[in-house]
């Protein structure tokens, strides 16, 4: 008896000790869906094995520091590893003598997220040429 009440407090004490990140629920596959906060703007993105994929969204930004707001899309390339339950990357993505760059930072529970999102587009002897600032939103799983 005594030694399953040893083995039964080292079990619980690890728990007890094991960073809260690890303990974090993994967010569900599949397709989810969320709003640019006070724009009212669509999200999307795949979550797949451990990775967030196929970003898309629909934002303002102000271009040529014109004081004017223009709606863009964004849609960085490529995947971004999910790992303690939150994505954070930066992603530059080149287009002839321009390049988007990105940021985004996401936290995940198994069904829904909250995070931001960014662009800014730099040409070649223009410097930056349109930025969305940081945009929050929150998105659900099958949204």
């Known amino acids: 008896m005594k030694m399953r009440h040893t083995v039964l407090t080292l079990v619980t004490a690890a728990v007890a000790l094991a960073p809260a990140s690890a303990l974090a629920a993994a967010p569900g596959n599949g397709v989810w869906k969320g709003k640019i906060a006070y724009q009212g703007y669509d999200i999307t993105f795949k979550v797949k094995n451990g990775r967030m994929t196929d970003v898309a969204a629909r934002l303002l930004a102000d271009c040529d520091r014109d004081g004017y707001t223009e709606s863009m899309t964004l849609a960085p390339r490529g995947s971004f590893p999910i790992r303690d339950g939150r994505v954070q990357a930066k992603v530059k993505d080149r287009y002839d003598a321009s390049t988007a760059n990105y940021e985004l930072d996401v936290r995940f529970t198994s069904s829904s997220a909250t995070g931001w ?27």
């Open 117 to 143: 999102i960014r662009e800014w587009d730099v040409v070649e002897g223009n410097g930056v040429v349109c930025d969305t600032l940081k945009r929050d939103f929150t998105a659900k799983r099958g949204g």
